[in-house]
């Protein structure tokens, strides 16, 4: 077990926060697959090795874990479809797919264009305003509201409680603990609402959906609807945020993406490369066995960081640490790979289309005006606020 560069502090909650790239390439031309002492862990950042251990969760399950520190954790099957192995992952998985084929998605896409146009409306151009609090934080709220049926009247409470939901990914304590279990009750009683009244969205889907003839327990439908909202909104909001940043930073890109729209879905899948919200996930060796020629141990934990993975130059060339909106091809590792391939990716995708399209068509200059505030995690690449000023059109 050789660690040939510098570790990188992956169970530091400031290291994704921080410009964290350089040690996580330095690390990766050094040793792909690296065991780490101080997280007990091996530390994988090269994209083959990545793609090798998602797909294939026989040799590196789920269920013990997938949060880069659920190590030593107790995790229950029942938290959430991200804990389950095959076969009874895909049984699960089916269960909600179908709300998040590309063509149910799609079918969102007036509504979805109808919430961003109603944000852009309420920020004033030429002041400072906070592109999170504003923008980047409600749209996928309000958008995942809609699809669970819960009252968008409650996008406050939300997103403290999935803030802390996330939060808790890194550090479990009692004041996170405690909104996270008032998430549970909130969900509790829409649950009992929809089993009293059906209507047509996912909290229904749930409280009817069958598993073998059995119906989910209000355990496993709890999870589901923890899983639905936390999983699809600080990673929208930080690829919507990430987004911003990286368009201000390159203002050539920008102007090129205002002036034909049609680069946007590239420019998309390259911001969803070079933000990475997910900075890493992790797996369990079943057994003895290898990644690449990296002997592995039955029962070691790999820590997979996708961010270091989507940097990697041996898939993305010499240019893999440079943003390029006309990327072409673009295997990033954002959504994952293999089984557990996120189900939100469709729906991800459409809101950041809609959300640049509109925006540029309406302020294609906008500028930075303070320091990014980054969010510490373990799990996430995120900005807390982004202080921005559009330019009022003049067009
Ligand atoms: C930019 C936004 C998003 C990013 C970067 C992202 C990232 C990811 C990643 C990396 C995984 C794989 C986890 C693993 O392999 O263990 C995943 C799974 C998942 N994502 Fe997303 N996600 C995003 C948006 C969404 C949205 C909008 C939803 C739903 C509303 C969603 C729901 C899920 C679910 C349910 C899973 C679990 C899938 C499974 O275990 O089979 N995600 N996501």
Redesign the pocket.
């Known amino acids: 077990m050789t660690v040939g560069a510098d570790p990188v502090p992956v169970e530091d909650p400031a290291f994704f926060a921080s410009d964290c790239d350089g040690a996580l390439a330095g690390l990766r031309r050094e040793c792909p697959v690296a065991w780490q002492e101080s997280v007990g862990s091996w530390v994988v950042t090269g994209h083959e090795a990545i793609v090798e251990i998602?797909r294939d969760p026989d040799r590196f399950c789920?269920r013990l874990g997938?949060l880069p520190n659920d190590r030593g954790r107790l995790v229950a099957a029942s938290d959430s479809?991200?804990y389950l192995d095959p076969p009874v992952?895909s049984t699960y998985?089916k269960l909600?797919s179908r709300a998040?084929t590309p063509r149910r998605v799609n079918g969102l896409e007036p509504r979805i264009r109808a919430l961003a146009v109603g944000l852009l409306d309420a920020v004033d151009p030429g002041s400072p305003v906070d592109a999170v609090d504003a923008l980047t934080a409600p749209l996928?709220l309000d958008v995942?509201a809609e699809l669970l049926g819960v009252p968008r009247g409650d996008r406050g409470d939300f997103r403290i409680w999935s803030d802390a939901v996330m939060a808790a990914a890194t550090e479990l304590t009692d004041e996170v603990a405690a909104l996270a279990f008032e998430l549970f009750l909130y969900f509790d009683r829409h649950l009992d609402a929809r089993t009293a009244e059906p209507a047509d969205d996912l909290l229904t889907a749930l409280v009817t959906a069958e598993v073998e003839g059995q119906q989910l327990t209000r355990q496993e439908q709890l999870g589901f609807c923890m899983?639905?909202l936390v999983?699809?909104n600080e990673?929208?909001r930080s690829?919507l945020s990430g987004g911003l940043v990286a368009l201000a930073e390159h203002p050539e890109q920008r102007a090129a993406l205002a002036a034909d729209p049609s680069l946007i879905p590239a420019a998309v899948e390259e911001m969803?490369r070079w933000v990475t919200?997910?900075m890493a996930?992790s797996r369990t060796a079943t057994g003895d066995t290898t990644v690449g020629a990296q002997p592995v141990a039955g029962d070691d934990y790999l820590v997979m960081v996708?961010g270091a993975g989507n940097r990697d130059e041996a898939v993305f060339g010499e240019s893999a640490d440079r943003f390029d909106i006309s990327r072409s091809p673009n295997p990033h590792l954002?959504?994952?790979f293999g089984?557990?391939?996120?189900?939100?990716?469709s729906?991800?995708r459409l809101e950041a289309r809609v959300f640049f399209s509109e925006l540029l068509a309406r302020w294609p200059m906008y500028e930075i005006v303070g320091e990014p505030v980054r969010t510490p995690s373990t799990l996430l690449r995120a900005v807390t606020s982004l202080p921005v000023r559009f330019e009022p059109s003049t067009r």
Not at 339 to 345: P, S, T
């Open positions: 998602s789920s997938v479809i991200l992952h998985r909600v998040f996928p995942i899983t639905l999983a699809g990673t929208t690829l969803l919200p997910i996930m996708y954002a959504f994952g089984e557990h391939f996120c189900i939100g990716a729906l991800a």
